[in-house]
């Protein structure tokens, strides 16, 4: 899960501060963590490289991508900047009140560590740690002609080597801004942006059952239900271990080059 951020050359627009402003929002204070761990955000295989195949000039084309929101808002995709302070600090402030909130994101927040002495990502993130989870491969923003971020979501490998052509997303809105469809905005370019990347399918290992709007969402933009992890999370607000449901959906069909 960790890596540098962009090889690929998008020659796209890019989100700025436009005013030179600070990052909305606050970013939470970081705390200690339990010495002698590993990376909060290393993966059981380590460090992934991105598969063959990027068409940068398809994805220079592509982007922006124009999108409408429910509410009629005209919104745009584009790439996020990893340079821009004010872009990285809204999206970190928003994943760690989302890790807070407990009920999308495995990772926990302190106040849910068990045993005393947890692991890292049981911590809200670092900036470092944020850019390592978030940055690490390739990411975009949804906003609108002021500058307003109304969501985000990452592409990267879900498995090493052979198996890279297999993608994993991650999604995020900021809280203001649900229930206007920047998930579908979102979940639309991602199987357009994807295949431009060089993956071939994606799957997603843990959509839990719980989150009716995110399972709702997957379903209906042609994402398939694959298995389902019984009690795979111990979420806020559930007495009890909620099940993840994996969902996958093909780019392309099978042809394999060796």
Known sequence: MVGDFGNVAYAARYIHDKKGSQ??????????????????MSSAYG??????????DALQSLLPLAGTLRDGT?????????????????LHALLNRIIEDGDTYPQATVADRRPACAPPQEEPMT??????????????????????????????????GRCSHVCNGGFIVEHAQRGK??????????KQIAPLLGYKASMFNLVFASNQASVALWRRTG??????????GRLRGSDTLVDAIMFHCAFETRTVSR
């Open 223 to 232: 994402f398939a239900e694959i298995g389902r992890l019984p009690g795979a």
């Open 181 to 190: 469809g920047v998930g579908t905005v979102m979940a639309n370019a991602f």
């Open 23 to 40: 990052a909305k929002g606050r970013v939470p204070p970081t705390r200690g963590v339990c010495r002698g761990t590993v990376s909060p």
């Open 127 to 160: 900036e470092a740690a944020f850019r390592s989870y978030f940055l690490s491969h390739d990411a975009f923003v949804v906003t609108d002609d002021a500058g307003t971020i109304y969501g985000a979501f990452y592409v990267k490998p879900n498995f090493p």
């Open 47 to 56: 460090k992934i490289a991105r598969p063959a195949g990027v068409s940068a």
């Open 74 to 90: 005209a919104v745009s995709l584009v790439a996020a900047d990893p340079a821009s302070a004010a872009v990285v600090g809204q």
